[in-house]
């Protein structure tokens, strides 16, 4: 079992950064995947950011490539999503999730989740 706890959500203006952390327990941290998925207002959670158990291969959702970066500290059991340049459109709610299967791209299927966090950005 892998209990996850997120932090850093808040709100913020268009244009400022923010950075969200997933505190993990349970399982020996190193050896999952994690990842992060958002779930905006009347629509379906969506693929955000994955990062391997070493941190060597990630991968983003086009919509946020460029401006979020996904990283973790294995010593701290913790994983990080830097978002900066933040939109409107970047509000919703955002969920830590880990372990599972991941088949490359956006596929990625988390066996356990956070409760979220919420992010508002104001334009």
């Known amino acids: 079992q892998v209990q996850l706890v997120e932090s850093g959500g808040g709100l913020v203006q268009a244009g400022d950064s923010l950075r969200l952390s997933c505190a993990a327990s349970?399982?020996?941290?190193?050896?999952?995947?994690m990842g992060w998925f958002r779930q905006a207002p009347g629509k379906e959670r969506e693929f955000v950011a994955f990062?391997?158990?070493?941190?060597?291969?990630?991968s983003y959702a086009d919509s946020v490539k460029g401006r979020f970066t996904i990283s973790r500290a294995n010593a701290k059991d913790t994983v990080y999503l830097q978002m900066n340049l933040l939109e409107p459109e970047d509000t919703a709610v955002y969920y830590c999730?880990?372990?599972?299967?991941?088949?490359?791209?956006?596929?990625?299927?988390?066996?356990?989740w956070g409760q979220g966090t919420q992010v508002t950005v104001s334009s």
């Open positions: 990062i391997d158990w070493s941190g060597a291969s990630r």
């Open positions: 349970g399982r020996t941290f190193p050896n999952y995947a």
């Open positions: 999730a880990a372990d599972g299967e991941y088949n490359g791209g956006s596929h990625y299927y988390p066996t356990y």
